[in-house]
């Protein structure tokens, strides 16, 4: 990973936020595209219920990776002199803008071109090649855009397959070597995608039980484990090695929080989502 999607990732990461901006940038000259944006942009409280709060929550845990062990295993391997904080903060800022990015290029379009807000993610596919087919080499353009994006799938599949990979390291007593433990992580994944390719209906409820269930419930128990069941040396040493970003007082708020706070609000919103309130 580090000689290989890594260093490919930071040369051609930059190459897809330039053609994203680019994109934007069409996509607000279209006639029409002023629509999308007040349809993105403008709030409407009246449409804001629980099942939506879930939803929202759940697509946070699955775009910042929470709640599924992928921030536990890289955090594993992060360097003692990293800043954890700094990391956090920087990657939720940044995935913010870039998701801030993608809407204000679909949204316009979707309105522009005259297809269906609410037809849901395979949009993408649909409104992106209409809109490169009105850039500048258009067919050059659609290659290297989605070349791009395949390389960015593809660093988030690796990132999520670690997970698996380094449990089944740990759990055969590192009697697997880890290219057997791809391999059989790669068997199981190829198997459930071959699955939900001839069965839609799985994909959507593969979807549904992971981005509204299980990660939120993962969420809740990381939670309420750092927060109880994690010796108290454990969090004050990361928390300590912020070199004075989290101060005594912080700790004891961000120990609170954990312990009350976040699993009082995700149970609240899980129940609503499923009816009982």
Not at 64 to 70: E, K, P, Q, Y
Not at 82 to 105: F, N
Request: aromatic letters at 10%; proline letters at 4%; a positive charge.
């Amino acid at each position: 990973m580090n000689k290989g999607i890594e260093k490919l990732s930071k040369i051609l990461m930059p190459m897809l936020l330039i053609m994203m901006l680019l994109m934007a940038g069409r996509v607000l000259m279209l006639d029409g595209s002023n629509v999308g944006m007040r349809f993105f942009f403008e709030l409407d409280f009246s449409k804001i219920t629980p099942r939506v709060i879930m939803e929202a929550m759940g697509q946070c845990f699955f775009s910042l990776s929470i709640g599924m062990g992928a921030l536990i295993t890289y955090g594993a391997y992060m360097p003692k002199n990293q800043s954890v904080t700094r990391t956090s903060i920087e990657v939720i800022i940044l995935d913010t803008l870039v998701a801030i990015l993608a809407g204000v290029i679909i949204f316009p379009a979707v309105f522009a071109f005259g297809f269906n807000p609410a037809e849901g993610p395979q949009l993408v596919f649909v409104v992106l090649p209409a809109i490169l087919e009105q850039m500048s080499f258009s067919w050059f353009s659609s290659v290297l855009f989605f070349a791009l994006l395949c390389i960015a799938a593809l660093t988030s599949t690796i990132s999520l397959m670690e997970v698996a990979v380094a449990f089944i390291c740990e759990a055969s007593g590192d009697k697997l070597k880890r290219h057997q433990s791809v391999l059989i992580s790669s068997v199981v994944i190829v198997a459930l995608i071959l699955l939900c390719t001839f069965v839609p209906l799985l994909f959507d409820g593969f979807d549904e039980v992971t981005a509204c269930i299980m990660m939120p419930l993962g969420a809740l128990g990381m939670s309420l484990f750092v927060g109880w069941a994690l010796p108290k040396s454990g969090t004050k040493g990361v928390l300590y090695a912020e070199k004075g970003i989290i101060k005594r007082w912080a700790r004891k708020i961000y120990i609170a929080a954990l312990r009350f706070l976040v699993p009082a609000a995700i149970i609240i919103i899980f129940l609503n989502s499923l009816g009982v309130f």
